[in-house]
């Protein structure tokens, strides 16, 4: 399974249609989806209650493209080893939800899956500073956790080209070692175009693909858009 490519497009299934759930995923992944995201939620974290890792362990052995957990739990660490075995590939979590953020990034890696951590619009980039050997994704939310369907926050391009520095300068001290660029929340074919511009590489996409009806068009005009962006 290829973790990384150039681009990611990881449709979250938050705006899917759960009373058809398995057809909506097979139908995204045939439009072109190249990671799966499933936004977890506890009503504690954030105030909102969606899915445990019984979903994702039924979904694991239908698909081939990895599924991308962001935790929006709080403690971390019970559920990260429980998705770990429902067949997650990238488990992400913010860091204000553990105690101990060195070890909840240190139980993702015993349990064989890549870490990321995830940054709220008012959470610092500075909780990255010493762990970035241990995490794989830095997702940013530009939106507040908890809903699809909420409107780009438009400071998150700052912190967006902050984030890419960071990465870039950690990437050539370390062997170009690579680390995604996940932005998460009211990404759209226009907000992804700016996205893109200030570095990220990853984009998590809610109601602008499964509130649409030809999700082949919806993906095809987001990847459009940043292709655009690069002529
Ligand atoms: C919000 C979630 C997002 C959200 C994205 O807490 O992390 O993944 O579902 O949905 P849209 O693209 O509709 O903002
Ligand atoms: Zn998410």
């Known amino acids: 399974m290829t973790f990384l490519k150039k681009i990611q497009i990881a449709p979250s299934i938050l705006s899917a249609d759960f009373f058809k759930l398995g057809e909506e995923i097979q139908n995204v992944i045939s439009a072109g989806a190249d990671w799966i995201h499933i936004d977890v939620m506890d009503n504690h974290y954030v105030p909102n209650l969606t899915i445990g890792p019984m979903i994702c362990k039924s979904i694991r052995p239908h698909i081939q493209v990895p599924i991308d957990i962001h935790l929006m739990v709080e403690p971390v660490d019970q559920l990260i080893i429980q998705f ?28 064989g899956c890549k870490a990321g951590l995830a940054i709220n619009p008012s959470t ?9 050997d241990k995490i794989n994704v830095l997702l940013l939310m530009s939106v507040n956790p ?17 984030a890419r520095k960071l990465i870039d300068n950690w990437s050539m001290e370390n062997n170009g070692q690579s680390i995604a660029l996940e932005i998460d929340g009211g990404i759209n074919s226009s907000t992804i175009t700016s996205a893109f511009s200030a ?3 990853t984009f998590v996409v809610g109601s602008a693909i499964f509130e649409t009806s030809n999700y082949v068009k919806a993906i095809n005009s987001l990847r459009e858009s940043i292709n655009l962006n690069k002529a």
């Open 199 to 201: 570095g990220a590489d």
């Open 84 to 111: 770990a075995k429902s067949g997650a590939d990238i488990i992400t979590f913010h860091p204000e939800a553990t105690r101990h953020l060195n070890r909840s990034l240190s139980i993702i890696h015993e349990y």
């Open 146 to 162: 908890g809903f699809g369907g909420q409107k780009f926050i438009p400071s998150s391009l700052k912190k967006l080209s902050e």
């Open 124 to 132: 610092s980039l500075n909780h990255i500073q010493y762990v970035m």
